[in-house]
């Protein structure tokens, strides 16, 4: 079974930094590209960045751009999210997904929901108001 795990969510106040983590189990997260997305109460979930299989290719969503960052480090088979600069409209539930058609070095655009598999259980980020 292919499994991830995010981790690293909770209640941050507005300009406040989190970072996320997505953690493979029981495989090697370098044959991947790895998929970050959110749901939003109310709202239908979204792809919020990519990153490559190589790392050489990262794509971002327009909310999110130059607040957001994501990398990966092979040797602890985990990929990273850093959030910066939170604002309330972040409040979501933080997805990880895996995709290993490498659609994110591919194409220049935030990752579609249908193209990623073997999708984590989400962790929670609150940014107050």
């Known amino acids: 079974q292919l499994q991830v795990v995010e981790s690293g969510g909770g209640l941050v106040q507005p300009g406040g930094s989190l970072r996320l983590s997505c953690a493979a189990s029981?495989?090697?997260?370098?044959?991947?590209?790895i998929g970050w997305f959110r749901q939003a109460p109310g709202k239908e979930r979204e792809g919020v960045s990519c990153?490559?299989?190589?790392?050489?290719?990262?794509n971002y969503a327009e909310s999110v751009k130059g607040r957001f960052t994501t990398s990966r480090d092979n040797a602890k088979n985990t990929a990273y999210l850093q959030m910066n600069s939170l604002k309330p409209e972040d409040t979501a539930v933080y997805y990880c997904?895996?995709?290993?058609?490498?659609?994110?070095?591919?194409?220049?655009?935030?990752?579609?929901?249908?193209?990623?598999?073997?999708w984590g259980q989400g962790t929670q980020v609150t940014v107050s108001s």
């Open positions: 029981g495989f090697n997260l370098s044959y991947w590209s």
């Open positions: 990153i490559s299989i190589s790392g050489g290719t990262t």
């Open positions: 997904a895996l995709d290993t058609l490498n659609k994110c070095g591919s194409y220049y655009r935030p990752p579609l929901e249908f193209e990623y598999h073997h």
